[in-house]
C-alpha cells in the first residue's frame, strides 16, 4: 500500500473543553487511487487531512507514505517531505497577491526538484491568456485554477484537497472537479479530497464516510461516474 493510516487519534481541549476529534482512524490507500472524505461539519474529515499533510500532528498512531513513517520524522524532514511530496488545494486560494498566475505556479516549482513545465501547466489550466494577471484580476474559479496550477506543478505524490469548489457556483464548480479528474488519469496522482457535496464521491474510486470522529464507511466505488455527468 502506499498510503496507510493506523489507529489515528486526535483530541483538542482539556478537561471540560476536552474533545476527541478523531478516534482511531484506519485506512490504505494504492498509489494513484482517487479518495473522497465524506462527512457532516465536524466529523474531522478537515483534522485528518490536515494530519495527513503533515500541518497538524496525531496524538497517536502511525501515517507511513510510501514506507516512510511520517511520526519518525523530525520538524526539518517533515519540512522537506511536505515540500517535495505534498500538493495542497484549500477552498480559500491562498494565493500571493503581489504575484502574477505564472509566478504563483512557480513558487510551487520552485519547491521541487521534480517539477513539471510551468508552460505546460499554464496550458492544462487554460490559464495562458491570464498568465500575467493577478489574483484580484481574475474571477474565484481562475484563481482556484492557479492555486491547482501551483500545488500540481511540484509534481506531488498526493494531492490533499479541502473542499475546492466550496466557494464556486455549480458550472466552475465542474470544471474544477473536471480538471482534478484529468489531472488524477494524467499524473497518476494519488488524491484525497474532503468535501461536503455528496454528488463528488461519484467520481472517486474510494469513499470514506466520517462520522463523529469514526470512519462509518470505507469502500471502493464500482459505479465510477466521470466529472461530466455527476448532478452537483
Known sequence: MFLELNQIKKSFGKGDTHVEVLKGIDFSLEKGEFCVLLGPSGSGKSTLLNIIGGIDTA???????????????????????????????????????????????????????????????????????????????????????????RALVKNPDILLCDEPTGALDSKTSREILKLIETINQTYKSTIIMVTHNDAIKDMADRIIKLKDGTIRKNYVNEQKLSAETIEL
Open 59 to 149: 496524538d497517536s498512531g502511525v501515517i507511513t507514505i510510501n514506507g516512510d513513517s511520517m511520526s519518525e520524522m523530525k520538524e526539518k524532514q517533515l519540512t522537506q517531505y511536505r515540500r517535495k511530496h505534498l500538493g495542497y488545494i484549500f477552498q480559500r486560494y491562498n494565493l500571493i497577491p503581489n504575484l502574477t498566475v505564472r509566478e504563483n505556479i512557480e513558487v510551487g516549482a520552485y519547491l521541487s526538484d521534480k517539477s513539471l513545465d510551468v508552460n505546460e501547466m499554464i496550458e492544462l489550466l487554460g490559464l495562458h491568456k491570464h498568465r500575467n494577471k493577478y489574483p484580484n484580476q481574475m474571477s474565484g474559479g481562475q484563481q482556484q485554477r492557479c492555486a491547482i496550477g
